[in-house]
């Protein structure tokens, strides 16, 4: 199965490999940057980032990009200094919303139904992939500590606010059993 090949049949242009991420989410599987577009949904997407982006600006940054991304690389650091190993910047547009992923939660993972924080009490997938939509940049953290990682997400996304992203958001994704290394993000 050649997952690139399988993107250019769904209608993406400019499929290409950019190599790893380095955000591996098991020992067998490898974490792949793809880059694609979609004709025609990213010009819409663009202009609707410009028009949010412009009105929920960080108080200050008065369209200074210089600004905005200074206070973006304090949070990448600071998120180091709370405990992640890694971090990294993403566009949204990156982020894929699949129902497959809560299947394997409701046949397989013995979390589901437990809490909040696993289905069937959280968000159904079209409201997920709606609120990410809502985005368009997320930090990605990556730690082999889920809880901590977990912490750390909740603590930035709370410094973030003080700085003025307040449409900051902290989502995890935690593996069953807590051994492999696990991600959240902090939009």
């Not at 990156?94 to 809490?115: F, L, N, R, T």
């Not at 953290?141 to 700085?163: F, I, K, P, W």
Request: aromatic residues 6%; proline residues 5%.
């Amino acid at each position: 199965m050649d997952f690139l090949a399988d993107l250019r049949t769904t209608g993406f242009v400019e499929v290409a490999s950019a190599g790893e991420t380095g955000f591996n989410s098991s020992p067998i599987t490898r974490g792949m940057l793809v880059r694609a577009r979609k004709p025609g949904l990213q010009n819409r997407k663009n202009s609707a980032s410009s028009k949010i982006n412009a009105k929920h600006a960080p108080p200050g940054a008065e369209g200074s990009a210089t600004k905005m991304s200074s206070k973006i690389d304090t949070l990448l650091k600071r998120a180091i200094l709370l405990g992640a190993e890694k971090t990294k910047l993403i566009d949204t547009d990156s982020i894929v919303v699949e129902k497959w992923v809560k299947w394997k939660c409701i046949y397989g993972c013995p979390m589901y139904a437990k809490d909040g924080y696993h289905p069937p009490g959280t968000p159904d997938i079209d409201e997920t992939r709606e609120v990410i939509g809502e985005y368009s940049r997320a930090i990605l953290l990556n730690s082999s500590d889920g809880q901590r990682l977990t912490e750390v997400a909740c603590r930035l996304e709370g410094e973030a606010y003080h700085m003025g992203f307040y449409k900051a958001f902290a989502m995890t994704a935690l593996p069953v059993g807590g051994g492999s290394p696990t991600q959240a993000a902090s939009t």
